[in-house]
């Protein structure tokens, strides 16, 4: 099968060599891969004609922006006003403790990412979580092994 991501290169083409397409170029890496390695920032730096110091720090800046690969799974709880007030900070502690990592990191088998958002639209069934994609509702600490498991068998 052919490989679809596209190269670097082909992705720098896409914009003018100019510094006001630096967030278009570190937008258009991080879909491409997922996160913004440390070879890719110093090729949008170049092409966009910018210290790599001032790329990181657009990075680092936008909270959107990663600078780590994402695991094969993401785990996002949602510390929105809704679900923060039923309890998601429990539900964010009982997963670092289960995976062993901190929000924001990535477990060392690159199994699961574990990040927090804010409101995902669904505060009548806080605390939320979203597994990928899918919506966990009306979380608790005893759900995480259940959908652990659930995740691993698939
Ligand atoms: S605050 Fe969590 S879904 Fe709205």
New binding site residues.
Partial sequence: MEDQTKTIDELLECYPEKPEYLIFLLQDVQSAYGYISPESMQAVSDHAGVPVTQAYSVATFYQSFRLEPKGEHELRV?L????HLKG?QRIVEALERKLNINAGETTEDMMYTLDTVN?????AL???MLVDENYETNMTAMKIGKILKKIKTK
């Avoid at 409101?119 to 505060?123: L, N, P, T």
């Fill in positions: 949602c929105g006003t809704a679900c998601g409101c995902v639209g669904a505060c806080a605390p939320v």
